[in-house]
C-alpha cells in the first residue's frame, strides 16, 4: 500500500470532495430553494469587466461607463474596486426566476464565486457557508471523511466575526489516538 500523498495532494483530494459535493447535493437543491443565492441578498458578487459587461448587457466602453458609475449614474446594485466590480442588493441578470435557476450556468461568464459558494476549497481546507440552506454540515464533514480516509479526521471552526463561514481542516490520525465524536462524522 502506498503511503498518503503529500499535503498538496490532500488539498487537491479536499477540493474534489468539495467539487462532488456541490454537485450531488448543492446544485439540485438550487431550482427549489427558498431563498437563492443568485438575488444577491446576503452575497456580493465579485466580477471581472467582461462579466459584468456581459451580464449586465453593457454597451458603452469600460471608461464611460466607470465615469457613469463614479457619478452615481449606473446601476445601483454595482460597485467598482481595485480593478473589479461587486454586485450587491439585487438579482444577477442571468438568474432566470421561473426556472429558479442560472443562464450561464457552465459558461465562462459565470463567476467564480459563483462556482464556488457554498462549499469551496481555500488554502488547503474546505469552506462551507451555512447561509446556503442547502448545505448541512454533518453530511459534508462525513463526505469529506469518506474522501479523505481513516487515517484522517475532520476538524471545523467558525469564523468568530462571520460564524456562518465553517472552516473544515484535515488533520492527520496519530497512533491510537481515539478520535472524538465531535470533531469526526
Same mark, same amino acid.
Given at each position: 500500500?502506498?503511503?498518503?500523498?503529500?499535503?498538496?495532494?490532500?488539498?487537491?483530494?479536499?477540493?474534489?470532495?468539495?467539487?462532488?459535493?456541490?454537485?450531488?447535493?448543492?446544485?439540485?437543491?438550487?431550482?427549489?430553494?427558498?431563498?437563492?443565492?443568485?438575488?444577491?441578498?446576503?452575497?456580493? *458578487?465579485?466580477? $471581472?469587466?467582461?462579466? =459584468? #459587461?456581459? @451580464?449586465?448587457?453593457?454597451?458603452?466602453?469600460?471608461?464611460?461607463?466607470?465615469? /457613469?458609475?463614479?457619478?452615481?449614474?449606473?446601476?445601483?446594485?454595482?460597485?467598482?474596486?481595485?480593478?473589479?466590480?461587486?454586485?450587491?442588493?439585487?438579482?444577477?441578470?442571468?438568474?432566470?426566476?421561473?426556472?429558479?435557476?442560472?443562464?450561464?450556468?457552465?459558461?465562462?461568464?459565470?463567476?467564480?464565486?459563483?462556482?464556488?459558494?457554498?462549499?469551496?476549497?481555500?488554502?488547503?481546507?474546505?469552506?462551507?457557508? *451555512?447561509?446556503? $440552506?442547502?448545505?448541512? =454540515? #454533518?453530511? @459534508?464533514?462525513?463526505?469529506?471523511?469518506?474522501?479523505?480516509?481513516?487515517?484522517? /479526521?475532520?476538524?471545523?471552526?467558525?469564523?468568530?466575526?462571520?460564524?456562518?463561514?465553517?472552516?473544515?481542516?484535515?488533520?492527520?490520525?496519530?497512533?491510537?489516538?481515539?478520535?472524538?465524536?465531535?470533531?469526526?462524522?
Amino acid at each position: 500500500m502506498s503511503p498518503r500523498p503529500p499535503r498538496r495532494l490532500l488539498a487537491q483530494e479536499l477540493a474534489a470532495a468539495a467539487a462532488a459535493y456541490q454537485a450531488a447535493v448543492v446544485i439540485p437543491h438550487c431550482a427549489e430553494c427558498s431563498k437563492p443565492c443568485c438575488r444577491l441578498d446576503p452575497l456580493v *458578487l465579485e466580477l $471581472e469587466w467582461k462579466q =459584468l #459587461k456581459t @451580464l449586465w448587457q453593457i454597451e458603452e466602453s469600460r471608461n464611460a461607463f466607470d465615469r /457613469r458609475l463614479g457619478s452615481g449614474q449606473g446601476p445601483e446594485e454595482i460597485r467598482a474596486g481595485n480593478g473589479l466590480y461587486y454586485a450587491h442588493g439585487k438579482a444577477c441578470p442571468a438568474y432566470d426566476q421561473a426556472q429558479g435557476s442560472c443562464r450561464v450556468y457552465g459558461q465562462e461568464v459565470k463567476p467564480v464565486g459563483c462556482s464556488d459558494f457554498p462549499v469551496y476549497e481555500d488554502q488547503g481546507s474546505v469552506v462551507a457557508d *451555512l447561509r446556503c $440552506e442547502a448545505v448541512d =454540515l #454533518k453530511a @459534508l464533514v462525513a463526505w469529506m471523511a469518506r474522501a479523505v480516509g481513516p487515517e484522517f /479526521r475532520i476538524v471545523h471552526s467558525a469564523d468568530e466575526e462571520f460564524p456562518f463561514l465553517v472552516t473544515l481542516s484535515v488533520k492527520k490520525v496519530t497512533g491510537n489516538a481515539r478520535v472524538s465524536k465531535r470533531t469526526r462524522y
